[in-house]
């Protein structure tokens, strides 16, 4: 049949953009980490690309988006894209493009999500255990809240939206990380290192805003006026919270710091994520502010505590997405879209079950995870030895280190 050009050319580049953003989350993570300890975060990143795509294809997909409505999880009828022509338009955007852009859009958010979770437990896990983790933890927790929020299912049959994954993606991540801090304890070394490459991490930084264009203004799935107030609302979000970190913590520690700086942004980025397409461009401000408060009370409060959540993934991703989820709940306009409405608008079963959701699942990831790790470390150990963890993965693990003068 006959597609239409436009979009389908919008949405085979919100998916590349989606994809640079794993490069972006590698760069991100390799130099806020050790240099004995680069290789082993970026290869954990990029080891998704390939590990996932398998999984995605081989029954990723079909989990998610085929079976039927108001389930937890979908069925196996489409696995290996079995009855999946080429050419099949896919319905959800009114046929204007091939159902193989929607897959393998999808596909590159299943990749990004669980390699977040890798910067909470720098320098700690083995690689064998971590790729068992990879796959186990898409399948029990990343593709049923995809089939229930975004595939017809349970959530999304009781009202739950979530337009780019503070829900799906950020919140239960960061409390997966939280529970992989947990379970992991925390580093013997290099506790205090610094950032091995500032200018590495706003790389990554950048690949990562930018890629967020497509991760929010490419989830409309087609292009209208949401589409473009979806990109407007993730730049303006990650802008003023990139701000709002800095001013905060001049005060906080008297200095300017960019490394804050960049985190601020990618709060703001994160707490966006699931209003963007929802709320109107005053609230995007308002949540952009939020983001990077709450984020700088969470990593200030694990400090406090002793979380060794090592870049900050619980504070920064999931506590994103929870605020995200929480605001969108508040500030959800039905001048936006005449679907839903927020607290502002008098909605408060709305506000409610946004609130449910995001806190229900948020607790599923934490213990699944947990259980997660400790039944894995039955089969093979998830802590590397003391002797690995002082010696550096890169060198211990893989016998590669990132640069050839010297180590930290």
Known sequence: MGFDTGTTTFMILSTSLVMLMTPGLAFFYGGLASKRNI?????????????????WISFGYSLCFSGGEGSIIGNFDWAFLNGIPFSQAYSGAGGQYPTYIFIAYQMMFAIITPALITGAFVNRVTFKSYLIFLVVWQIF???????????GGLLAKWGVVDFAGGLVVHATAGLAALAS????????????????????????????????????AGSELKVDDITTLAFL?????????????????WVHVGKPKFVGLLTGSVAGLATITPAAGFVPLWAAIIIGIAASTVAYIAVNMKNKL??????????????????GM?????????????????????????????????????LYAFIFTYLMLAIINKITPVK??????????DIALHGEKAYDEGSL
């Open 181 to 216: 801090v947990f379970y992991v304890g925390k580093r013997k070394t290099d506790v205090e290192a610094p950032p091995n490459s500032i200018p590495l991490v706003a790389i990554g930084t950048g690949l990562l805003w930018f890629g967020w264009y497509g991760f929010n």
């Open 306 to 323: 002793g979380w060794d959540d090592a870049l900050d993934v619980w504070g920064v991703h999931g506590m994103g997405g929870i605020t």
């Open 39 to 55: 290789l082993g975060i970026m290869m954990q990143t990029f080891a998704s690309l390939g590990i996932t795509t398998m999984l």
């Open 141 to 151: 927790v990343y593709y049923p809240f995809v089939h229930m929020v975004w595939g």
């Open 326 to 362: 929480i605001l969108l709940g508040v500030f959800a306009s039905s001048k936006i879209n005449p679907d839903v409405s927020g607290l502002l608008e008098g909605n408060v079963s709305f506000f409610f079950k946004e609130t449910v959701s995001v806190l229900g699942g948020a």
């Open 384 to 393: 590397v030895s003391e002797e690995v963890e002082s010696a550096g993965i």
């Open 233 to 249: 609302n993730t730049d303006t979000a990650a802008s003023f919270a990139a701000v709002t970190w800095l001013f905060i913590e």
